[in-house]
């Protein structure tokens, strides 16, 4: 295809943009409605495929109907002879893929607020019944106003359904952000798209994806076996939280995964907005101070995005608090002066601290700041007491203090709790010391048959790595014992059906032979090569060697010979000699040897047989 080339009449190819698996892009013109589009036009080798242009024309037009900010919109499907192609917005600013290679990870928030915007994008796709398929950086533009734009939504479909995953051993599309299932060859659903999305956050967190490999085939393969490391591990700045969703994208099983785009959305705009989440402890905050006043100050939990909160003006709050504390330890110190200076002599009133031991934080407040009391927070970690609620005071309860002094109130943030460290793929011993040493104790040993890991290494951990626990939490571990091993059976004497059924069921490949055998009725298994009790794996050989029968002996010519002489050449090849009472008249020379026999000279009979 040359640039400044018209298609259908209308757009005018401008300059080529980029090359794709199934298309090349161009920027160009439509004459029509005098705009700047973007122009996908299909390989010629799928265009001359009829089935195959069907249905790219049936997912673009679905693709059509999804109108969303965070979508790139298709205007338009058209041909040109044989040339097919699409119509879409064109983006002036840069795919993720390219700011990935030249800028390397993202800062945690901006890789957040871009896997926000997607996922957005993908629950609309999804609840018009629109899987992806592809998610991946390159398709993931950045405009130059900081939107992100998601495209080729369902166009993937087309090529899934008329293509193996895998061919003589490559794989087909992009394995480094393929879905375990994808991965397998089976249908993809919206979690399929959830975990993709979970490949192209980690690689914006950790500069690289989670699986990289010498070919697509090694890559697709640990996308289903392998376990990846927290995004933390290569980058430190990482917050747990950030962690903690990347890995549950990244769930082998879909049912482990985020369910929904919505919920991933939703997850990552509570990190946004510095929520904490559920399983994790909220981290330790400096001491607070609260002046005394009739109510506890209200603590209002934050209602709009964080797109919103990053598009305000920088908040005076920490200011005007700077400020009030100053004016407030002015007023209490020209307080105390005067007192010092009139001469008054009168003393304070003496308050005794009240024990607010399990109280939740507000009321605690509310308790200490009615007896005249000021209050100051801290916050500790705590095995016994919940969340939220008082440990201790300092002063004590029930000790006396001047009305107005302050109190430090010591809150629960919970068990102190620690990441769980990665031990797949580790010795049993080394996994046991580096869980210990971080403060966990080992649990339930299973062992079980594992191809691809060396024996004695761990296969699989539960709680998972880099989720946070308390400290003792058992870790229950699953061992390599290495490739499954079958013990051989005996099956001499069972029918050919029977000992192939019983082979193939033990996951053996089974080759057939045929051996002549005077003990052993035919259609029966003789034996077997290797020999019965020999230990083999899944996808070994073995040979059946099955009983032709008895090999048939040919009968010599007796003719001439004495009766004691046939019999004994007959004994010698396992015939049996039967002689006749009647006479013949023959020759004067044969009288009283062989003159007739039955079978013949020559025929072929079974060992035993009568002549």
Known sequence: MQTHQTLAGRYELDSHIARGGMADVYAARDHLLGRRVAVKVLHSQYSSDDAFVKRFRREAQAAANLSHPNIVSIYDWGEDGATYFIVMELIEGRSLRDVLRSEGALLPRRAAEIGAEVASALAVAHRAGLIHRDVKPGNILLAPDGTVKVTDFGIARAWDDSQELTRTGAVI?????????????????????VYSLGVVLYEMLAGRPPFQGDSPVSVAYQHVSASAQIPSATNADVPPFLDQIVMRMLEKEPAGRYQTADDVRTDLLRFLRGDAPPAVPVPEAPTQVFARSEVPPPTVPPEETYRRVADRP????????????????????????????????GQADLVTVPDVRGLEQAEAILELQQLGLNVSLENATDAEVEPGRVIRTDPAAGEEVEEGSFITVVISTGQESFAVPFVVGSTLEDARRLLESNGFVVGEITEEPNDAAEPGTVIRQDPAQGSDQPAGTVVDLWVSTGPDTILLDDFAGLSERDAAFRIGNLGLELEVRNEFSNDVAAGFVIRTEPPAGSTLAQGDSVILVVSDGPQPVTVPNLVGLTPEAAAARLDQIGLELRVSTGTVETDSALDGRVAEQTPSAGTQVDPGTLV
């Open 173 to 193: 599309g992009t394995a480094t952000y393929f879905s375990p299932e994808q991965a397998q060859g089976n249908p993809a659903d919206e979690r399929s798209d």
């Open 314 to 345: 920088p908040s005076q709050l920490p200011f005007i608090l700077t400020a009030f504390a100053l004016i407030l330890s002015l007023g209490v110190g020209l307080f105390l002066l005067f007192q010092q200076l009139g001469g008054g002599g």
